[in-house]
């Protein structure tokens, strides 16, 4: 079972409600007529979580390797965006649904070699 706790404290928050406040502030003076501000804080319902296990070929800097296995436990796939290092510009959604999609796909075509680890 993995728990991450992630909040922020105090300072975090004001400097959070200041940038929100200067960023209000810019977008009015360029032509906005409205702006809508959210609470600022972390691990919102619409933050995607990824970079814990990335993926790539060297096991000293990867937890993965690059069919999305872990280095270290060869017959287990971690499956998810936490093997992308980051975003591209978008949701990353389709892109951590092709990576599983790979990641199995790659688990049938070697199920034998996969299978004994």
Not at 30 to 51: F, L, N, Q, V
Not at 84 to 101: E, I, R, V, Y
Request: glycine share 12%.
């Amino acid at each position: 079972m993995c728990r991450i706790t992630a909040d922020f404290k105090d300072n975090e928050k004001k400097l959070g409600a200041f940038m929100q406040e200067k960023m209000a502030q810019l977008f009015m003076e360029t032509g906005a007529i409205a702006i809508e501000k959210g609470p600022p804080g972390t691990m919102g319902p619409s933050t995607h979580a990824y970079g814990g296990t990335r993926m790539g070929d060297n096991r000293e800097t990867n937890v993965a390797d690059r069919w999305g296995f872990a280095h270290e436990v060869p017959n287990l796939g971690i499956l998810g965006a936490s093997v992308m290092g980051t975003s591209g510009a978008h949701n990353p959604t389709l892109t951590a649904q092709a990576l599983a999609w790979r990641t199995a796909e790659h688990l049938a075509q070697n199920w034998n070699a996969i299978a004994k680890g």
